[in-house]
């Protein structure tokens, strides 16, 4: 399907079609992260050519931030919302914001944002204004769309005094303030081609979004997968993931799911811009073929 969104300097991708509905990746910015942190199991001199990914010399990975835009039964849907402009972990800026205005879209023709989950390179700029009284909803036109499971988790360890969530103040309470959220449970539509797929693991209430369209399907997979090897080597589990067994028995089932399927297209979070391609299987080996 033609579309404008391809001319833009900022997402240079061009824009994946699945059926009527499309998809274009921007790319928010990009986390440089320690390396065992991201295979702990695996010995330290195995990591930089198993994992795939360049290693730099401080034994950083780098994954890209990656947020979706999806025009889908007439309505614009941002999936994830990056890392924002906060400047959280000593992060860099997030740029989703100047993507979006190359794109000539403004914040508030959006009318969905829905997140995969409530880490913080993924609610960056759900709301801005500083989390106090100037907070407000970055898209002032858009419900924002949470798994009831996901929100629960951390808004309970929030009330629990766990400072690693302070990010939740800034970024997410706000929605809730300005009446914009909307809590969702289980596996319930968003339109009718989008749908929360239950993936849990990386964090209990995480959602992958199933697109189906025209006898075509995507699934933009968020958190259940950080970097490629995993194709091959489903077990291996960052320590980002909350729950490390099932969030590999998860992982096994949706690249299961996916692979050979030649109407089936992945699409990724953090993999390597713009992480969208066909999983197959070469000699008994899993193999992404990148659109
Ligand atoms: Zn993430």
Redesign the pocket.
């Known amino acids: 399907m033609a579309s404008s969104w391809s001319t833009s300097r900022v997402a240079r991708a061009p824009t994946v079609a699945v059926g009527d509905v499309t998809i274009l990746p921007i790319l928010d910015g990009e986390l440089d992260l320690p390396a065992e942190e991201a295979a702990p199991d695996l010995p330290p001199d195995a990591r930089p050519t198993a994992l795939g990914q360049p290693i730099d010399p401080n034994g950083r990975i780098r994954l890209p931030v990656i947020c979706h835009l999806v025009r889908a039964d007439g309505r614009l849907i941002l999936v994830d919302a990056g890392i924002g402009p906060w400047r959280w972990n000593g992060w860099a800026r997030g740029r989703l914001d100047l993507a979006l205005g190359e794109l000539g879209v403004r914040p508030e023709e959006i009318d969905l944002v829905v997140t995969t989950h409530l ?1 913080a ?2 609610v960056g700029w759900c709301a801005v204004g500083g989390g106090g009284r100037d907070a407000r909803p970055f898209f002032p036109s858009a419900r924002y769309l949470v798994a009831r499971r996901e929100w629960e988790h951390w808004f309970d360890a929030a009330r629990g005094g766990d400072g690693s969530v302070a990010y939740l103040g800034d970024a997410v309470a706000p929605l809730g303030r300005h009446a914009a959220l909307d809590l969702v449970d289980g596996e319930a539509p968003i339109t009718p081609s989008l749908s929360f797929v239950a993936t849990p693991g990386h964090t209990p209430g995480h959602v992958a979004i199933g697109i189906a369209s025209g006898g075509e399907r995507a699934l933009i997979v968020g ?1 259940v997968t950080h970097y490629r090897a995993q194709l091959e080597h489903p077990d291996w589990s960052p320590v980002w993931d909350l729950d490390r067994a099932m969030a590999a028995v998860t992982r096994e089932r949706i690249f299961r799911d996916l692979e050979d399927d030649p109407a089936a297209t992945l699409v990724t ?2 993999w390597p811009y713009p992480g969208i391609g066909r999983i197959v299987r070469v000699r008994g080996r899993r193999v992404f073929r990148g659109l």
């Open positions: 880490h390179d993924h958190d979070s953090h």
